[in-house]
């Protein structure tokens, strides 16, 4: 198993839960989308898995396992894998890239530390994937500093940053959500020839079923920290089981809201489905709801649903 979230559960120090006990494994190769609206879990648990929990963000159970090793635990096997074998695309650019290291200080960042890889050398061996990325490979460019990138040119400095190592695993929190449409479709397509070529297995993360639709074979929805649904793509595209997954599915379309209402704080949610009270087709069985915990098949646990289907 590469990747592998076994119950892995997230609460804040004083013990409201903040992620239910999730669980699922990415193989290399695989194309995994995880998506729910902003403040359902996903940017967490991506932290969860590199071991960079939040301060005042704790373990309540579970565990994270990468290559056999154990990345809730700290230790130098941990580290020998992160930006080595699994790699992470950060949602914010400019927030993740040091304002102090110029462009071609970031691109031996982690060359340096895994291979003591020298930046010359470094920067040699990354022409080609610059050169696909639309990045310029000469002096006057590597000499520049994040705040004199435009936001695309960031975007893909932290994705040439993440694949700097020839990782196996990629992890994509939100990566194009700072991009105009016509960058984001490129980023779209480039990440499926990588991908292809590579033989690279990636979690991309993102608010937008629109966005997942075509890079992705299996999805699992979030929201407030619980697993909604799960299932191949096309599948939930095309016949979504849950009420929540049909209300991303309309804003990825622009349709009219299904429902009013915001995701509750943590410590507020309701028991129960955490959406019930923004669903339309809330029955009294969601009360006894729970999260969906087996997203390894086509799974769902919504009783509004369950209802309209009728008796096996």
Same mark, same amino acid.
């Given at each position: 198993?590469?990747?592998? !979230? ?9 013990? &409201?839960?903040?992620?239910? /006990? ?23 648990? $991506?932290?969860?898995?590199?071991? &960079?929990?939040?301060?005042?963000? =704790? ?9 056999? =090793? ?32 110029? =462009? ?5 960042? !982690? ?33 520049? %500093? ?9 975007? @893909?400095?932290? !994705? ?14 939100? /990566? ?6 016509? =960058? ?9 020839? !990588?991908?292809?070529?590579? +033989?690279?297995? %990636? ?7 629109? $966005? &997942?639709?075509?890079?992705?074979? @299996?999805?699992?929805?979030? %929201? ?19 009420? %929540? ?15 009013? +209402? ?17 669903? /339309? ?19 769902? @646990? ?8 009728? /008796?096996?």
């Amino acid at each position: 198993m590469t990747l592998r !979230l076994d119950g892995l559960e997230l609460r804040r120090a004083d013990g &409201v839960r903040l992620l239910a /006990p999730t669980s699922f494994s990415l193989e290399k190769g695989d194309r995994m989308g995880l998506v729910g609206e902003s403040g359902s879990g996903k940017s967490l648990l $991506v932290q969860a898995v590199f071991g &960079v929990l939040p301060p005042g963000t =704790v373990q309540g159970g579970g565990s994270v396992t990468a290559f056999g =090793v154990r990345m809730d635990l700290e230790g130098a096997a941990r580290d020998r894998i992160r930006g080595d074998r699994l790699a992470w695309v950060p949602q914010d650019p400019l927030q993740a890239l040091n304002p102090f290291l110029r =462009v071609q200080d970031h691109l031996n960042l !982690l060359p340096g530390v895994h291979r003591k890889e020298a930046r010359a050398a470094t920067l040699t061996r990354l022409a080609p994937l610059l050169e696909r990325l639309r990045l310029p490979r000469d002096r006057a460019f590597f000499r520049k %500093y994040p705040g004199e990138l435009s936001g695309g040119q960031r975007q @893909r400095l932290c !994705l040439a940053m993440a694949l700097s190592c020839d990782p196996e695993l990629l992890i994509l929190d939100e /990566p194009t959500t700072a991009l105009d449409p016509t =960058v984001q479709a490129e980023f779209r397509s480039l990440m499926l020839e !990588l991908q292809a070529e590579r +033989g690279l297995g %990636y979690l991309w993360i993102t608010h937008d079923l629109g $966005v &997942v639709a075509s890079v992705t074979d @299996r999805l699992l929805v979030l %929201y407030g920290g619980e697993a909604m649904e799960a299932g191949p793509t096309a599948r939930i595209i095309a016949a979504p089981r849950h009420p %929540y997954t049909e209300r991303l599915l309309s804003a990825a379309r622009r349709e009219p809201a299904l429902e009013s +209402g915001f995701l509750p704080a943590p410590g507020q949610r309701p028991e129960g489905c955490p959406f019930r009270p923004r669903c /339309p087709k809330m029955v009294d069985g969601c009360a006894a709801w729970q999260p969906w915990q087996g997203p390894e098949q086509d799974g769902l @646990r919504c009783e509004s649903a369950l209802a309209d289907a009728g /008796p096996a």
